[in-house]
């Protein structure tokens, strides 16, 4: 369901997408037909306010990755627009789109493709640092690695030294460097051990806290995001089928495809103790 404007003038939006469309053309595979395009995002409409900790959430292949790269502006829509803080993107080059790299920054699923293997941690958080000319670096860095619970004696190590959770901490630290406003998660803990997905949802949610951050989190697993997020948009097939706060979503979903994912969740205090959804299905289908 696309989001009602308010009457009301509130803040500006931290993020606010208008029925964005992207389609991606397949490789042809006849030399009569072109293939038919892949119809990613189908009429997305959606507006975030500051501070707001915003879940997307849906099966894999629904378009929740597409609409965040548009939302990043990483990839441009087919058709509709994308605003960072009242101002349009949608068709900025990509010099013009410096501001978005300071304001919004992504931490995604697999830490050890996101970092270069050569590269020491220190200078893997400082890059963004280089390229905003910051001048007490080493101390920046330091104080971020400290942060996420790494300790600052990791930063002349190497990625392959850490262990998955740990990589997705540096990769946190490396988000939070340019001080953005806006840190954008797709999948952060799919690709961890169950054992350390909690460990790194609490952290990210605690700096999320202390640094009054909006989120936007990403994932196909209903228990993570109702861990971390105060309102919850569903995903199905390119559409958003549903949006509300994530109390009422989860205690009441309006849309069946709703009702369907919140099934796949068996007891409310697992799905809230950091077990995800997709190992809680594998328990429970032979
Ligand atoms: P999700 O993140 O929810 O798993 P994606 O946004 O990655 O979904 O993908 C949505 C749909 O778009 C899928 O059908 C996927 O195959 C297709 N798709 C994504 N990126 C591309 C691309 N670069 N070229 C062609 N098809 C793509
Ligand atoms: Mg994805």
Redesign the pocket.
């Known amino acids: 369901m696309a989001e009602q404007p308010t009457s009301t003038p509130g803040p500006v939006d931290a993020i606010s997408v208008r029925d964005v469309t ?1 389609h ?3 490789p042809r595979t006849s030399l009569r037909h072109p293939s038919p395009p ?1 119809h ?2 189908r009429g997305v409409s959606l507006a975030i306010s500051p501070g707001e900790r915003f879940g997307i959430v ?12 548009i939302m990043a502006g990483l990839d441009r829509p087919t058709s509709g627009s994308v605003a960072i803080d009242g101002r349009d993107i949608t068709g900025l080059r990509e010099r013009r789109l410096r501001f978005v790299r300071e304001r919004l920054q992504l931490v995604f699923q697999d830490p050890m493709s996101a970092l270069d293997p050569r590269m020491r941690v220190g200078d893997i958080v400082a890059e963004p640092l280089v390229a905003q000319g910051h001048r007490n670096r080493k101390e920046r860095v330091a104080e971020l690695l400290e942060a996420v619970g790494l300790g600052a004696e990791a930063a002349d190590r190497y990625p392959h030294q850490f262990s998955g959770g740990q990589r997705q901490r540096i990769s946190i630290a490396r988000a939070l460097a340019p001080r953005p406003k806006v840190l954008v998660a ?2 952060p803990v799919s690709a961890l051990d169950v054992s350390v997905r909690a460990q790194v949802l609490n952290l990210l949610a605690d700096l999320v806290d202390e640094l009054s951050l909006t989120l936007v989190f ?1 994932s ?1 697993d209903l228990s993570v995001v109702r861990h971390v997020c105060d309102r919850v948009a569903v ?1 199905h097939d ?1 559409q958003i089928v549903e949006t509300g706060s994530t109390e009422q979503v989860y205690e009441e979903p309006e849309h069946s495809y709703t009702r369907r994912l919140i099934a796949a969740v068996p007891t409310l205090g697992r799905a809230l103790s950091g077990v995800s959804a997709a190992d809680l299905n594998r328990e429970y289908r032979p």
Do not use: P
């Open positions: 992207r991606y053309r397949r892949v990613a995002l849906g099966e894999s292949g629904c378009g929740k990755s597409t609409l965040l790269r797709d999948e990403v196909h995903m390119g």
